[in-house]
């Protein structure tokens, strides 16, 4: 069988196919892939829904069938509790934000023949939609979540697994690197043009990208540089109060939302449409 699914909390994705070997991504519950090569007990895996290659213990890897990942994809939530227990019937599972639940009907998702149960908040966001109030309302949760190179859970998160998860919960698909994440969306020419939601990126000492945030209002953003913190921007990059330094120099920004105008922004400020704001 060429396809799985993620049916544990957080599976790593390695470089090559060892234990030893650097983590440099993670797959959450209900996450599906494509096998593309076989050696022992590993296996060579694309993630489905963002094309992200490495390698895999294939003993937490679910085979499945083609037929049900496309059943899976039409219908979903995404779970949006730090961590909620899911129980089946012979079993309790924790389930991190972030995780796919496959024909979730607001109690219940199932996976390959198996019912679990699920008590906590889960967002569809082809029901919702993406606005900039719901992506930071999300980028919030993951405040002091510690940094970790790979990393896409609360538990341990990078700077681009933290930008793509936050975006794919409100149905926007972002690549796994910020090298890669920056070439996605629209040029903001300045900073005192950008809006809250989007992202900013940063460059090293040779000009290569790489960190990426996300904007907030009032000159902050929200990243993952130690923890998931918020930190003052400028057009020099990232000042941090605490050392009294700036940490990441300013490249580009992007926007993946619609510009805001004047108009839309006195019209709309303080308004949050109500099917997000029963979600918080």
């Known amino acids: 069988m060429n396809y799985g699914i993620c049916p544990l909390s957080v599976v790593p994705v390695r470089s090559s196919a060892s234990d030893k070997s650097e983590m440099v991504s993670q797959l959450l519950f209900g996450e599906t892939v494509e096998f593309l090569q076989k050696k022992g007990n590993w296996a060579k895996i694309r993630c489905i829904w963002d094309n992200y290659i490495g390698w895999a213990d294939v003993r937490q890897i679910k085979p499945l069938p083609l037929d049900d990942i ?6 979903f939530a995404y ?35 198996s019912s679990f149960s699920f008590s906590g908040q889960a967002i569809t966001p082809k029901e919702n939609g993406a606005s900039s109030d719901l992506i930071l309302k999300i980028a919030r949760r993951y405040l002091y979540a510690p940094y970790l190179w790979g990393g ?5 998160i990078d700077c681009s697994g933290f930008s793509q998860i936050v975006y794919k919960l409100t149905g926007i698909a972002l690549p796994r690197d ?39 209002a009032d000159n902050q953003i929200i990243h993952a540089s130690g923890q998931v913190r918020i930190d003052k921007l ?31 922004q006195n019209n709309d400020e303080d308004q949050v449409p109500e099917n997000q704001a029963s979600l918080f």
């Open 70 to 75: 496309k059943r899976y994809e039409k219908n």
């Open 152 to 156: 896409r859970s609360p538990l341990g």
């Open 234 to 264: 400028d057009h020099f990059g990232i000042f941090n109060e605490t050392t009294q330094k700036y940490t990441h120099k300013l490249r580009i920004i992007k926007r993946h939302l619609p510009t805001i105008t004047t108009d839309m």
């Open 79 to 113: 779970s949006l509790e730090l961590m909620q227990g899911a129980m089946s019937e012979d079993h309790y599972l924790p389930i991190t934000i972030g995780a796919t639940l496959p024909e979730f009907d607001g109690l219940n998702f199932r996976l390959n023949g």
């Open 178 to 216: 910020a090298s890669e994440q920056v070439k996605t969306g629209e040029v903001v020419d300045f900073i005192d043009q950008s809006q809250a939601a989007d992202l900013a990126f940063f460059e090293n000492k040779k000009g290569a990208i790489t960190h990426v945030g996300i904007i907030m």
